[in-house]
């Protein structure tokens, strides 16, 4: 797949350049040394004559071995439990033990546990929550909601990295709450990558992570996102606030085909937001962002890059297609309480959606199946998609983190590029080195980039004016971190 689009995009640049017959032979060189996936042929002026090529970044060994253990069986045996319960509606009994909601949330927080008891005592699970009251609309009744969290504690003081799927199920009466909804594709695919990662990084061969990783799985979801505002607003509230750096929810991600049979089984869908919500980002650096053509250089699209460039290799086998967009006409998602309380969010979903498979009664009608049933769901699919959050999560926890407080210089005109930040909020030890990263406005992923050194200032010959620019770290082990866009 990889090699095929490499190749088609390799004949598009010859084709744009025979058409244009462009004599720049900086064209030549860009595409040259700039991975297809990264760049886009329309768009390369001016010249990099400076810096390398920015390269997709490879899995570390104990990464590499993280992913080869995600196990498509083991995801399955956890859609098909969750499909015991036979309805997950958000509404339906907390006092069975077979059956409904309460029932589902008590075996997600015994899996869990059973990898912390198995952890050395680095994961530790927590069922939080609150009851909710009638809210006038999809909750008519006091209605407790749970979250079961899955912390695996890193090295680092305050820096947190989340992945979340919802365990509610829902059919096509939104307050069906006693009908059957398996909910296999929606959302119990998400919750087997988060219990599924939860059991592999936490195991005791592997060193700690610098970061924490929280593997999450929230109810309410379908009733109004209830179970993800809470946990988003737990941690902005908490003394001191909880910094996290990045939030995944993984919602649909069953199966890569669509209802007319298309089928793209290496491609999986990462939605990152544009402008952050106005209550987040005040109206003078909104102002101040569309002066500097900022708006596609959000934290949540710098985090969507940098998972395209973690999450696409050998290892994974997959395909990120990054959309600009906060989620799909007429849905959300739970990364959107994330955005909403100020954390880069994004949200991983299948490439492919079949409507006859979600939000929908299990019923035959005119000789076809509806209803959200596992019998739809690729269990290979799914692991590929766990891959891919392992690697962005991983990388993310080992990286330094984002650095702060980060400006260009706009004092004087000039066509070099001043830049000045300041160490990540985590500190500067796990540090080796800056990057400045650019690309041309037009182009979609970070094509540049020129070690700067461990220092917190530098100067790149080339002008703000004709690329964006971002700022980020780098370990000693080679990990990067997501760049940052200067502000003047
Ligand atoms: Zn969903």
């Known amino acids: ?35 297809a996936i990264f760049a886009c042929p329309a768009t390369s002026w001016p010249p990099n004559t400076i ?5 997709p970044q490879e899995p570390s060994e104990d990464l590499a071995s993280m992913l ?26 907390q006092n069975s033990t077979t059956r409904g909601i309460g029932a589902a949330r008590n075996w997600i927080h015994a899996e869990f546990q059973k990898y912390a008891d ?75 990558i988060s219990l599924e990662l939860a059991r592999i990084m936490s195991q005791p061969d592997y060193p700690l992570p610098k970061a924490s990783i929280a593997f999450v799985t929230v109810a309410g979801e379908e009733q109004g996102l209830y179970g993800a505002e809470f946990l988003a607003q737990t941690y902005a509230n908490a003394t001191p606030r909880v910094n996290v750096e990045g939030m995944f929810t993984n919602d649909i991600v069953g199966s890569p085909k669509a209802d007319d049979g298309t089928v793209d089984p290496y491609v999986i869908r990462l939605f990152g937001q544009g402008l952050p919500p106005i209550t987040v980002e005040n109206s003078a650096t909104r102002e101040t962002r569309l002066t500097i053509g900022g708006e596609n250089d959000t934290p949540a699209r710098n985090l969507a890059r940098f998972v395209k460039e973690v999450g696409e290799n050998a290892a994974t086998q997959m395909n990120v297609s990054v959309i600009y967009r906060l989620d799909r006409y007429l849905r959300g998602g739970d990364h959107r309480p994330f955005l909403e309380a100020g954390y880069p969010a994004a949200r991983f ?81 796990g540090v080796e080195a800056y990057e400045v990263v650019w690309r041309t406005t037009a182009a979609p992923f970070w094509t540049d980039v020129i070690d700067v050194g461990l220092v917190n200032e530098a100067t790149v010959d080339l002008s703000k004016d004709n690329v964006v620019f971002g700022i980020r770290a780098r370990s000693a082990d080679r990990m990067r971190g997501v760049a940052v866009l200067p502000f003047p």
């Open 118 to 192: 198995a952890s050395d005592g680095r994961l530790t699970v927590e069922t939080v929550g609150y009851v909710q009251q009638p809210d006038g609309s999809r909750i008519t009744f006091p209605t407790l909601i749970s979250d079961v969290v899955a912390t695996l504690r890193g090295t680092d003081e305050n820096r947190l990295y989340v992945v979340s799927g919802h365990y509610d199920s829902r059919n096509t009466d939104i307050m069906d709450y006693e009908g059957d909804a398996p909910g296999a594709d929606d959302d119990a695919s998400g919750v087997a």
């Open 68 to 93: 080869v253990q995600v196990d498509p069986a083991k995801i399955e045996a956890t859609i098909l439990k969750l499909v015991t319960f036979q309805t997950r509606h958000t509404l339906s009994t």
């Open 1 to 35: 797949m990889r090699f095929q689009l490499i190749v088609a995009h390799a004949a598009l640049a010859a084709a744009v350049l025979f058409i244009t017959r462009n004599p720049a032979s900086v064209l030549h060189k860009r595409d040259a040394v700039t991975p």
């Open 349 to 429: 979903t299948e490439p492919n959606e079949d409507f006859a498979h979600q939000h929908q009664d299990v019923r035959v009608e005119d000789g076809m199946q509806y209803g959200d049933l596992p019998e739809f769901c690729d269990y290979e699919f799914i692991a590929r998609v766990g891959r891919v959050n392992g690697a962005a999560l991983w990388s993310l926890a080992n990286s330094p983190g984002m650095p702060t407080n980060v400006q260009v210089n706009t004092t004087a005109l000039s066509n070099k590029s001043t830049f000045y930040w300041d160490p990540p909020l985590a500190g500067e030890e």
């Open 51 to 55: 810096g390398a090529a920015n390269l």
